[in-house]
């Protein structure tokens, strides 16, 4: 299982959990499960969010392979000048 | 090739690291290359856009007859030839952004936000008619109360900007509608807890002004719309993908109807990432049926386009006698101008991001008020709370008696530890920037009496993001390079650099271009400091999949199986005894016979770049400050970043000298001034000042590398970390040498001044 | 509205154009001439990125109107190599990397040519106080004057 952090306004919409564990083996995965899990949150995740997975930031990458015991971050996507 | 200041070493890689004169160069100094003004089309006509002289007003009509019934004039849009659009959040160029506020940002609808607001633009055939038929519009204004600054836009009573605008991110949603967009949060740790271990807390309060952007070339742009329906848009843009995008929803067309060309840009540092002209002069186009062309005076440049926000921070911070700190707070508002979307998230995720906290709080606030809509501005929302907290730290320093050095490398972040912004780092650079710090000259040199020394970090995320690129195989062994990514700074000598070293060939058997949006995949804008990194990464993958094809073509010349050739210093060759005795073929040797044994030869590439390295940065300032004048003078000023590898070191030289100098007028001088109607007073070169080459010394720069893992040559992005550090690192070499700290930017002569007076009435500060 | 008709000679060659009377030289430069090289960063002789030599003298083409060039001798950066060789200002240029989007670049080799024609020794004060007129937004100035150095230096004869 990875372990999914929330950071941010991520944290209040998933209630207030600092971390979950989710069984996913994709971004794409990890999404909908996240999703299902916290609905207040499923909006936000179409866009704008970005993952670091094992520290490694990931934008858009509906399929960038998630590891059992890979430590992920939810935050906001960024984008710069 | 000249010596030049830095450098870096060029192990065990044959181009990248050296220093090739620029493809595009000669171009560039002879006045060939063409900018987005230089474009004329036959029968072409002149745009001038008609905007707000208020800061805040409702549009109860517009009256455009008189204007249309003058001579010359053929055509004018208002808000009706724009469809509204819905509030929807897309992902597009800078970050989210809702065309709801976009399409009113581009001309405006029910009210004017900020002055320079467009209302309406004309087409005639003529500068001077154009100008006339603006005079002709009859505009019925109801003015309304404005708010310039954050503590107007969130007092109780303020007038709103959108009256349905409900806080968003916070818990639960405020039931009446204020100017505070939404409030963001990054934290993990028990801040209070870490505050109670601190032997020394300092709390301030801090504020800086927005500034722009300041690129040379104003924007501009060509539209040709036929009567099929197609369209041609010529402009000046960070993003000519981005460009389509938005033109295309705003215009209501089909994205493969608009051809969007990149021009030759002339400066952007994240303004030229979004859209103002481009959706007028096409819907002018449309409408006329001629091409139109608009130009941007540079009043309207600085009315108009975007600044970085104005803010306000306080920031706490604690340390442990022995340099350990315990604790970061700090809470942010940023302007956002007349619409949503200031750069206060990444502001935040910045904020603390050089150190290793256990502890760590911010809160950030958007804030709209009566300006223009903020753009990016090179690490958008990083350097105003960078500022903050790096002043913070030096106090900090200064407080428990430790080198403002030490107390970072005490401190710093290095490979895995946990960011403040939440995800654990890989390897960066910062420890590696202030040991280079600490050993420099500049460090250790005797300061003249007087005089102070500053030093300060910085960081910034970095991105990859969509990106496409082609190499196409001429039949003599040379190869045309197509980017989408356009070329700000130098770019497409860094991506020949590394094209020739993924292919083994001659740097100057590449010439590269930015291709247009038809001749590419999508490819995301140039910005994010992505450039050298994910369309370096492009470019890599090209050259792989043409060597794939190069080994195929010699397996056939040869009649052995591919995976006995093998590609190495730009040649195929038998890859071992076993595959047999063969001469090695050359690319040019390929090239040639590539229409007999297969057809042309293109590489292509179409990736999402993921793992962009983040950067740091170490800045070291000597400041002279005239208790006459209040001038405060850089007398001497040192780049240190990491850069993962420098491809090009001349042109990351570059990006670190140029982000320093945007940062030493940042802190000295740059500001806008309103007056009590909201009206910008200083909308020009000579009453907004922006260093000038007498007023800055060399900046020396050395650059350190600490190889990106996601990249093959190990390359991080650059450009935008330079300008984070030089506020503060400023502001502490001023304390250094007044022994008072500023907390408010710029520090202009008056305020110094001002400072200096109040700090001599009672005895000397001690 | 009648336009005027101006004789001038532009980087040596004889020229004739039709203006109106309010058209700063930069805009007959740009629109009639087709000699875009001369850019407008401000049109109010903040920027120098306009910048012309007429008659020998340093000038802001935003700020010259087109009529006064009658009879005069205008210098743009399109004369600035000769034939199919760069001025050693322009070399040093691509070789110090003194550019990075390059808007700038030819107001700056303009106002450092008619620098180097007045003082070919200039000091790093001299140079910078000289181009203090020409904004450049991206490189921080450092490139710029080393090139003008170097370039200085070459013209010397080493
Ligand atoms: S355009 Fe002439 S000085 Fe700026
Ligand atoms: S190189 Fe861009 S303004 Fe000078």
Known sequence: MARVHFTGNFRQLAGGDEEVSIDASTVRELLLKLGEHYPSLAPHLDEGVALAIDGVIHQDALFSRIEPHSDVHLMPKIAGG | MAAQNGGTTNGGTRWIGTRPVRPDGVDKVTGRARFGADLHLPNMLVGKVLRSPHAHARIRSIDTSAALALPGVKAIVTRDDFDDLPSEFVPAGEMLINYRDVVRNVMAREKALFEGHPLAAVAATSEKVAKEALDLIRVDYEVLPHVLDIDEAIAPDAPLLH????????????????????????????????????????????????????????????????????????????????????????????????????????????????????????????????????????????????????????????????????????????????????????????????????????????????????????????????????????????????????????????????????????????????????????????????????????????????????????????????????????????????????????????????????????????????????????????????????????????????????????????????????????????????????????GRAQINAQGAGPSFGTHLVDVDVDRETGRVTIERYTVIQDAGKAVHPSYVEGQLQGGAVQGIGWALNEEYVYDEYGRLQNPGFLDYRIPVCSDVPMIDTVIVEVANPTHPYGVRGVGETPIVPPMAAIANAVEGALGIRFTDLPMSPPRVLKALEEAHIPEAAD | MARAHVITTVNGDPVEFLCDTEQTLLDVLRDELHLTGSKEGCASGDCGACSVIVDGRLVCACLMLGVEAQGHSIETIEGMAGGDRLHPLQTKFLEHAALQCGVCTPGFLVAAKSLLERNPDPTETEVRYWLAGNLCRCTGYDKIVRAVLDAAQEMRGG
């Not at chain 2, 107390?407 to 490979?415: D, M, Y």
């Open chain 2, 163 to 602: 009256e349905d605008m409900i806080t968003a991110g916070v818990e639960p949603p405020p039931s009446a509608p204020s100017n505070v967009a939404k409030v963001v949060e990054f934290a993990h740790g028990d801040v209070e807890a870490g505050f109670a271990e601190a032997d020394v807390v300092v709390e301030r309060e801090f504020s800086t002004q927005p500034v722009h952007q300041g690129y040379i070339e104003p924007h501009s742009c060509v539209a040709s719309f036929a009567e099929d329906g197609q369209a041609e848009l010529w402009c000046t843009t960070q993003g000519h993908f981005v460009v389509r995008g938005h033109c295309a929803k705003l215009l209501g067309m089909e994205v493969s109807k608009l051809r969007v060309t990149a021009s030759e840009i002339g400066g952007g540092f994240g303004g030229k990432t979004v859209v103002y002209l481009e959706p007028l002069a096409l819907a002018l186009s449309r409408k006329s049926g001629h091409p139109v062309k608009m130009t941007m005076s540079r009043e309207e440049v600085f009315r108009a386009s975007g600044p970085a926000p104005g803010t306000w921070a306080r920031v706490r911070v604690g340390v442990t006698k022995d340099g350990r700190i315990t604790a970061g707070e700090a809470e942010l508002k940023y302007q956002a101008g007349a619409f949503q979307g200031s750069p206060v998230q990444p502001g935040c995720m910045c904020a603390f991001a050089p150190y290793d906290l256990e502890h760590v709080k911010v809160t950030g606030y958007d804030v709209v008020v009566n300006r223009p809509k903020v753009a990016a501005y090179r690490a958008p929302g990083a350097p105003q709370s960078e500022y903050a907290v790096e002043s913070i730290i030096d106090e900090l320093a200064k407080r428990i008696g430790m080198d403002p050095v030490e107390l970072r490398l005490k401190n710093a972040a290095r490979e895995g530890t946990r960011a403040a912004y939440g995800p654990t780092f890989g390897p960066i650079g910062l420890v590696e920037t202030l040991e280079a710090a600490r050993s420099h000259e500049h460090y250790r040199a005797p300061l003249a009496p007087g005089r102070g020394r500053g030093v300060a970090s910085g960081f910034w995320f970095n991105i990859g993001g969509e990106t496409c690129a082609t190499l196409n195989l001429g039949e003599d062994g040379t190869i045309a390079l197509v980017a989408g990514t356009p070329d700000i700074g130098g770019s497409r000598a860094a991506l020949c650099l590394q094209t020739a070293e993924a292919l083994g060939v001659d740097v100057e058997k590449i010439r590269p271009l930015i291709g247009d949006t038809s001749t590419l995949g999508y490819t995301f804008l140039t910005g994010g400091s992505r450039t050298a990194f994910a369309s370096g990464l492009a470019v890599i993958e090209a050259s792989k999949d043409m060597i794939g094809q190069l080994c195929e073509r010699a397996a056939k010349i040869w009649n052995i199986p591919v995976d006995a050739v093998e590609w190495a210093d730009g040649e195929a060759r038998p890859a071992g005894a076993n595959a047999g005795e063969f001469d090695p073929l050359t690319l040019a040797d390929l090239a040639g016979v590539a229409g007999k044994t297969g057809g042309p030869i293109v």
